[in-house]
């Protein structure tokens, strides 16, 4: 069993910057797909990004492309989502998934086996 935990949310100002970090433990971490959803209150959950195993492919959603950075570290078992430029329209529950068994890096979530609890990202305006 994978368990996944994200770390580094938190309030901050529009245009300001937050790094999110999500620890892998209980698995083969280089063996996965990486992703980062988030959920706003009363809305559905979307993709953010996603990072291949071997970091050959980076996806981004359109709405943070520019502005976030996914990154991992296959020797630390963490995978990373670097916010810049936040906007208000940012917040939510951000969350990080693994996925074990695409070749590629899946857009949906039930593509992905594994979750982590979430982590709270408010802008302010």
């Known amino acids: 069993q994978v368990q996944l935990v994200e770390s580094g949310g938190g309030l901050v100002q529009a245009g300001g910057s937050l790094r999110l970090s999500c620890a892998a433990s209980g698995g083969i971490f280089s063996g996965y797909n990486m992703g980062w959803f988030r959920q706003a209150p009363g809305e559905e959950r979307e993709f953010v990004g996603g990072i291949s195993r071997s970091d050959a492919s980076i996806l981004y959603a359109d709405s943070v492309k520019g502005r976030f950075t996914i990154s991992r570290d296959n020797a630390k078992n963490t995978v990373f989502l670097q916010m810049n430029s936040l906007k208000p329209e940012d917040t939510a529950v951000y969350y990080c998934?693994?996925?074990?068994?695409?070749?590629?890096?899946?857009?949906?979530?039930?593509?992905?086996?594994?979750w982590g609890q979430g982590t709270q990202v408010t802008v302010s305006s």
């Open positions: 998934a693994a996925d074990v068994g695409s070749l590629g890096v899946p857009t949906r979530d039930y593509y992905y086996d594994f």
